[in-house]
């Protein structure tokens, strides 16, 4: 059995972002956003292979950037579902019984660190379940409906979750049963492994590591992949 695989989840419409094309292919430094995050795993030796999931319309165009960028580890591209959990349950499903531990990672965060991406899956195979965080730097509120605030949590205890998160397979495979099986929808990964019982770890990343989502993320990604990270070579 193989070691490492990795799905990248890039089914989605993109709508925050407001644009006609999915925000994962727009380009970034001459490249769609979604082969430089193909790209960042496809150099790890550590990965030993890659399922891409996609939207119906793209599957044709993902296995296009296969090809042309030579992201040879990409073994499957397969397509999606309506919300993110959806997506990810199939691409797991591709992995059962192939890999022992898995990386889930958006297909729109191309800035994740090598050094963190490590850490986060050594941190899950040491206990089971692992996701890359950062410490929120504002102080958050919780609101009612009508805009009164009901508590300020101690911003000590609050990190803001990035992608990518690293667990044991069966263990992932096992929570994403239990939240179908009781229609939970969680928004990421560890939420479903943390209501089955599991503890999961938090391994601290960098701020550069954003989510692409709304138009002012655009300028700030040129910016750090120009700036911080360097052009990526696939
Ligand atoms: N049904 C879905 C929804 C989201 N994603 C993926 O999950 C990642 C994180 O989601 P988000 O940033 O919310 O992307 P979108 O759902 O595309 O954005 P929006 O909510 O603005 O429509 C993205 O890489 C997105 O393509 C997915 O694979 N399948
Ligand atoms: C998984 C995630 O990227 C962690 O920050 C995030 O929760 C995805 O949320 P979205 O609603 O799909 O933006």
């Known amino acids: 059995m193989k070691q490492l695989g990795v799905v990248i989840v890039a089914a989605g419409k993109g709508s925050r972002m407001r644009t006609k094309e999915s925000k994962q292919y727009l380009q970034l430094a001459g490249k769609p956003i979604l082969v430089h995050t193909l790209a960042l795993f496809q150099r790890m030796e550590q990965v030993d292979t890659i399922v891409l999931v996609t939207g119906s319309e793209d599957v044709e165009r993902c296995r296009e950037y296969v090809e042309r960028y030579a992201l040879s580890k990409v073994a499957s591209v397969v397509v999606g579902g309506k919300e993110r959990q959806d997506s990810v349950h199939k691409g797991l499903e591709v992995l059962r019984d192939t890999v022992e531990w898995v990386m889930v990672h958006d297909g729109v965060r191309p800035f994740a660190a090598e050094e963190h991406i490590l850490a986060c899956w050594r941190q899950a195979m040491e206990t089971g ?35 990518p998160q690293a667990f044991r397979l069966s263990l992932l495979l096992q929570a994403y049963e239990q939240a179908e099986k009781e229609a939970f929808t969680g928004t990421d990964d560890a939420m479903l492994v943390e209501r089955s019982g599991t503890s999961v770890r938090v391994v601290e990343a960098d701020y550069y590591n954003i989510k692409i989502t709304t138009p002012e993320d655009l300028p700030w990604a040129e910016w750090i992949i120009q700036n911080v990270r360097g052009e990526r070579e696939a």
């Open 129 to 163: 379940a692992a996701v890359l965080a950062v410490p929120v730097k504002d102080t958050i509120k919780v609101v009612d409906p009508e805009g009164t605030i009901v508590s300020t949590p101690d911003r000590r205890s609050l990190w803001a979750i990035q992608t």
